[in-house]
C-alpha cells in the first residue's frame, strides 16, 4: 500500500485527527447468536444494538420463506428495470401496498436508497423543501442531492415552520416537508397531525420515512402514521425492510401515478441490482407476523416501558421519548465519556454503542440503546444496573 504519497498521507492525517477528537469509528465484527445476543470481536455479550426490534431477523417462518428461494437463487441478477423483477418482487409490492392501504408500492435496493431516491428525483429546482434538523443522514443527503432550495426546522418549532412555509410558498412550484417519522438517535416522534395541518394550510407535499416505525407503533403495526391517525394525509411513505421486517430493502408507498413516476425516475432504483427474490419471500413472510402477531409488538412496547423506567431510577439522562418508543438515548454529552462507558459495558459483555457527532448534534453524544421483544426482563435489568454503576464511577 502505498502510504507515502500525498494521497495517503492526507488520509492518515485525516484519520489521526479523527482519533484525536475521540471520533475515529473503528470496524469490528459482530457474530450474532440469537435476537438479543452476540459475539462482539471475540466477546459474547448481551445485544442492545439492532433494529431487528420484533426478533424478524430469526423468526422461523421467515427464515424458512427466505431459505426455501434461495436454494434455487441468490442474486437477482439485473436491476428491476431490465430483468430482475420477479414474481417474488411483484408479489411483496402488493402486499407492501395492501399493508400501507396505498394504491401501490415500489422496491429499492435499501431504505437509502429509497430516501436518496426519491428525494432526488422527485423535488425539483423550482420546488422547497423544509426537512427537520435530526432527519436521517439519507433523508439529508436526498435533500442535497435534489435542486430544490432546502430549509431546515426544528420540529420542537412548529409554528416557526408554519410561518416560514406561509411567507415563502408563493415562491415555489411545490414545497415539501420531509421527517422521519420516529428519530433514530432518540426515540422520539414526528408531529404528524400538525405537520398535515400546516401542509393543508399551504398546500404542502408531506414526505415521512417509518424506518423504525413499521412494525413498531400503530394498533396493527402500520407505523406511527397509524399511531396518530394520519395515513390518508400522507402522500410519500417511504420504509425499509430492514429493521422491524428482519431483512433488506426499501420501499415507496402511494399513489399509482407515484409509483410509476418513481419507477422512471428515481435512479436509485433502476440503476442498481433488484433485491434478491428471497429477501422478498421472507419479507412477504414478516409482513404477515407483523399482522398476525401482535404480541411481539405488545411485548416491546412492555419492555421499553420497563427500561424506562429503570433508567430513570438510575437517574441516568434520557432524551424524553414516548415510553414505549423501543429506541433510547442515554445522555453522556461527552464524546470521550460516551466511547469510555460503551468500551466499559462491552467488557461488562453488554454492548451498547455510542453515538456521537457526526451522526448528533455536537455535546449529545450518548449510548443508544434498542430493544427487541425477546429481550428478557433480567437482561433489561441487569444491563441498566451495571450502566448506573459504570456511569458513576467514570463521573467520579
Ligand atoms: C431513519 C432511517 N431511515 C433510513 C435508513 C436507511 O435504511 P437502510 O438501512 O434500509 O438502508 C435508516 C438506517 O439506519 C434510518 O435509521
Known sequence: MPDNDVFHQRLTASLLQLESVHRRRMRRCVAVVSTTECIVDGQRCISFATNDYLGLTRHPDVVAAFADVAARQVGAGASALIAGRSPHHVRLEEAIAE??????????????????GTLASLIGPQDAVFCDRENHASLIDGCRASAGKIFVYDRAELDRLSESIKSRCHDYDVVFIVTDTVFSMDGTLADLPQLCDIADRYSATIIVDEAHGTGVFGATGRGVCELQNVGDRISVKI??????????????????TLCEWL?????????????PPAVCAAAMVALQVITHESERRSLLAARAVLARQLLQEAELEVVTAPHDSPVIAVLLRDDDLAVRVSQLMMASRFFIPAVRPPSVPKGTSRLRMSLCCDHSEDQIRSAVYQLRDVVRSERR
Request: hydrophobic share 45%; charged share 10%.
Open 99 to 116: 399493508f400501507e392501504s396505498t394504491e401501490s408500492a415500489l422496491l429499492f435496493p435499501s431504505g437509502f436508497a429509497a430516501n436518496i
Open 239 to 256: 420504509g425499509t425492510l430492514s429493521k422491524a421486517i428482519g431483512g433488506i430493502g426499501g420501499f415507496v408507498a402511494g399513489s399509482t
Open 263 to 275: 419507477w422512471n425516475k428515481a435512479r436509485s432504483q433502476f440503476f442498481s441490482t433488484a433485491l
